[in-house]
Structures are given as structure tokens and as C-alpha cells.
């Protein structure tokens, strides 16, 4: 259901949410690596998630990527949006044209449950949130 896009701002803003504030300002170089996506890549994404405010950004020596009070707040659900736009959660897994409620791909009644749930889960759940979450593992992800 998410791009390989969301997947790596998602896990680029967990980053920033852990390791950045207004003090502490991280540039693409020092986050690809640790989030483990393509250097060109990550600063494309994250420099959408800025314009669209979801990440804060500042230019010069001290300048770089961060999350303020306001974007620790956002919904996650906000981060797939500006990647992948609103549509993507609600799309049909088979990607049939007329997929709707009244006409129904073979899927639709067995996933559309869930994914109104995850959806629901993720307009629920805020940065700040799933920031708080425990580290899953060690590894080029979650760094000391």
C-alpha cells in the first residue's frame, strides 16, 4: 500500500524526529546513510516535506533539515500524502479503473476493512508519537 517513497520519508522524518530540533540541524549527508536512501533521493524527498512544511529546513552553515514543535505534531498521515498524494491509501489494490464501494473489484471487500484502518491509525497517530515509540534493533537505522 505505501510507495517505496513513503516508506523512505517515513523513515527519514522517524529520523529527524529522534535526532533534530531547532538546535540541532541535520543535512542529506549526514542522514542517508543512517536511513539508508539513495543520497539524490532523500534530499528530493525531504525537501518536498519542507515546502509542504511537514519537515522544518534552513539554509547557510548552520542550516539543515529538522522537525519544530508544529511538525512533531502532524499526522502521519500527512508525510504519504505530500509523497504520494491523498488518493494512494484509498486506491484499489488492483489498480481497476470503476473500483469503487458500489462496484467492487475481487479484492475490495476483503481489504477495505483494513486499509480504512490503517488509515485511520495513521491520521491518529502523530510524529511525535511514533517518535516515542521504542528502537526496534541496531543496525544503520538506529545508530547510537
Known amino acids: 500500500m505505501l510507495s517505496h517513497s513513503s516508506k523512505y520519508a517515513l523513515k527519514a ?3 529527524l524526529a529522534r535526532h533534530s530540533d531547532e538546535d540541532h540541524k541535520l543535512m542529506v549527508k549526514d542522514l542517508y546513510s543512517r536511513v539508508e536512501v539513495p543520497r539524490a533521493y532523500l534530499a528530493k524527498l525531504l525537501q518536498e516535506l519542507a515546502r509542504h512544511k511537514v519537515i522544518s529546513s534552513s539554509r547557510g552553515p548552520r542550516g539543515g533539515f529538522y522537525l519544530d514543535e508544529e511538525n512533531r505534531n502532524l ?3 500527512r508525510i504519504i500524502d505530500v509523497i504520494d498524494g491523498p488518493d494512494r491509501m484509498t486506491a484499489c489494490m488492483l489498480n481497476a479503473k470503476n473500483c469503487s464501494e458500489e462496484r467492487p473489484c475481487a479484492l475490495h471487500a476483503l481489504l477495505q476493512p483494513a486499509r480504512l484502518q490503517m488509515v485511520q491509525s495513521l491520521k491518529n497517530l502523530s510524529i511525535r508519537e511514533i517518535a516515542a515509540y521504542p528502537e526496534p534493533g541496531e543496525g544503520p ?4
Do not use: G, N, S, T
Open 13 to 15: 522524518v522517524l529520523y
Open 75 to 77: 499526522p502521519l498521515i
Open 141 to 144: 537505522m538506529f545508530p547510537d
